[in-house]
Structure formats: structure tokens, C-alpha cells
């Protein structure tokens, strides 16, 4: 098993910026890719960003170019750097996990709020 433990999030006003974490534990060696997810009131969880084992990114268009992923394998943390944030940035942030078997781990979720 995974476990997942998100942290950073918080409240900032437009044009600020933020970083989440999100720390891996317990079998940490079985992850292939992670990333983050959030899900905004009322809407569905859509994808934010993912990086890969071999550090390889993806990014929804609506925060490409204003938000980093960055992953550390020692420390089995990945990271969520959030610059120039917008009001519709605002969601609860999820950490994901998948594993070399295809199994999908999930943290509690970090609410990010972003006041215009």
C-alpha cells in the first residue's frame, strides 16, 4: 500500500503564488507516475499536472505556464509550484499516485483558495 500526505495549501489573494507537497509512504518503490488533481465545487476532479519515473511532464492547458511539477525520489515527495494564481484556480488539490501495478493511490486533499 501507498499512503499519500498533501500539505501547503492555504489562502492567497490573485497574483500570488503557492507551493503543495506531497509526501509518499509505505511502499513508495511501487509508484510510476504522480501528480495532482483538484476539484472545484460543483465540478468534477480534472487533472493538473503529472510527471513520470523518468521526470517526464504533462500539464492542463489552463495552468501551463504558471504551474511546475517537480518530483524528488529520495525524498518520495512531489511538489506543486503555483505562480500567478487566479480565482478559478481555487479547488481542493489531490495528490496521485499510480503504481507499477495500475493501481491508483489518492492523498485527503489540500483546499487552495485564491481571493480576487
Known amino acids: 500500500q501507498v499512503q499519500l500526505v498533501e500539505s501547503g495549501g492555504g489562502l492567497v489573494q490573485a497574483g500570488e503564488s503557492l507551493t503543495l507537497s506531497c509526501i509518499a509512504s509505505?511502499?513508495?518503490?511501487?509508484?510510476?507516475?504522480m501528480g495532482w488533481y483538484r476539484q472545484a465545487p460543483g465540478k468534477q476532479r480534472e487533472l493538473v499536472a503529472t510527471i513520470t519515473r523518468d521526470s517526464i511532464t504533462n500539464y492542463a492547458d489552463s495552468v501551463k505556464g504558471r504551474f511546475t511539477i517537480s518530483r524528488d525520489f529520495v525524498k518520495n515527495t512531489v511538489y506543486l509550484q503555483m505562480n500567478s494564481l487566479k480565482f478559478e484556480d481555487t479547488a481542493v488539490y489531490y495528490c496521485?499516485?499510480?503504481?507499477?501495478?495500475?493501481?491508483?493511490?489518492w492523498g485527503q486533499g489540500t483546499q487552495v483558495t485564491v481571493s480576487s
Open positions: 496521485n499516485a499510480k503504481s507499477v501495478y495500475f493501481v491508483n493511490y
Open positions: 509505505g511502499r513508495a518503490q511501487i509508484i510510476n507516475d
